[in-house]
């Protein structure tokens, strides 16, 4: 049976994260804030830890698979890089917590889709509007996938001619020089995905 060892930032939310575990978890013990995580659990039998981000404090030497129910999803990579195995936003339903606690006590790491799409989210927006046009943001997105102008016509039904004065087009609004230019402008500006 896995056995549950619960991290919370107060009574009443180590009470709702225990009336959450389904019957076949058992609870190994919990801790409201503990200072160390590594003492909370050392005479417990824990095989998995649910630990709420409010309460949460240095895991390094935390050996135990961690469950981590996640507020705020800006700082998820350096959760993933502390080690913990498996992320899911605090509103989770009951059967996708009993799912992780499960996956991640047989050794796999779980992140809920909505914490993965927020990851990809392009983090630099210029407050300016867009200065290229639907085609021309088709052409640059080509010309970061490393196609020529010959490539780019074909694929557009254009003729190259039109694609050189599209591309020309973006170097001049970008005030660019190069291909390369322009597709890391695009990149930075949330305009093109790499």
Do not use: C, Y
């Amino acid at each position: 049976m896995i056995r549950v060892f619960i991290i919370a930032q107060s009574i009443v939310t180590q009470a709702g994260l225990t009336a959450l575990l389904t019957p076949d978890l058992a609870i190994a013990g919990s801790a409201i804030r503990p200072a160390s995580i590594s003492s909370a659990i050392d005479a417990s039998d824990a095989t998995v830890i649910l630990l709420e981000q409010d309460a949460m404090s240095d895991v390094s030497e935390v050996e135990i698979p961690i469950v981590l129910l996640l507020d705020d999803s800006s700082a998820i990579a350096e959760f993933l890089q502390a080690g913990i195995r498996s992320i899911l936003p605090s509103d989770v339903s009951r059967e996708q917590l009993t799912e992780a606690i499960k996956a991640t006590s047989a050794g796999l790491s779980v992140l809920h889709p909505e914490l993965i799409d927020s990851m990809f989210v392009p983090t630099v927006r210029s407050s300016e509007p867009m200065p290229l046009t639907p085609r021309e943001v088709e052409v640059l997105t080509m010309l970061a996938e490393g196609l020529g102008n010959k490539a780019i016509a074909q694929h557009l039904n254009l003729s190259e001619h039109t694609v050189k004065f599209h591309i020309s087009s973006i170097f001049s609004k970008l005030d660019v020089s190069s291909r390369t230019e322009a597709v890391i402008l695009g990149a930075k500006q949330g305009w093109i995905l790499l």
